[in-house]
Nanobody
Framework: QVQLAESGGGSVQAGGSLRLSCVVS????????MGWFRQAPGKEREGVAV????????AYADAVKGRFTVSQDSAKNTIYLQMDSLKPEDTAMYYC????????????????????????WGQGTQVTVSS
């Protein structure tokens, strides 16, 4: 099964930017739905963005639409989450997750709220946004 390694978190001021990376090994991101989730202390883990790289379909949580963007680098087998115009409420541990495409169709928008559908997870990277 794929292994995920996340990086890129840090501390920034409101309005700043960060780019998170998720390096995929033991497989390719192109065979998976790839998700970004986040979890703040005392809160449930919530979906941020989900990508289906076979169809090109992507879904973003309403809270991050227009501010966060998923991209990929096939040569590096890596996906990214570009986070712009960061807000204090974006503060959370951010996780990369993967679901094999062959496990069956679930729309990216539905996967935003279906974290149990993702079987592989990274270790998480902390994002802290100060006001």
């Amino acid at each position: 099964q794929v292994q995920l390694a996340e990086s890129g978190g840090g501390s920034v001021q409101a309005g700043g930017s960060l780019r998170l990376s998720c390096v995929v090994s033991r497989g390719t991101y192109k065979d998976h739905y790839m998700g970004w989730f986040r979890q703040a202390p005392g809160k449930e883990r919530e979906g941020v963005a989900v990508s289906d790289f076979k169809s090109g379909a992507r879904a973003y949580a309403d809270a991050v639409k227009g501010r966060f963007t998923v991209s990929q680098d096939s040569a590096k087998n890596t996906i990214y989450l570009q986070m712009d115009s960061l807000k204090p409420e974006d503060t959370a541990m951010y996780y990369c997750a993967a679901r094999l495409w062959t496990l069956g169709y679930i729309s990216p928008s539905d996967l935003l709220s279906t974290r149990a559908a993702f079987s592989r997870w990274g270790q998480g990277t902390q994002v802290t946004v100060s006001s």
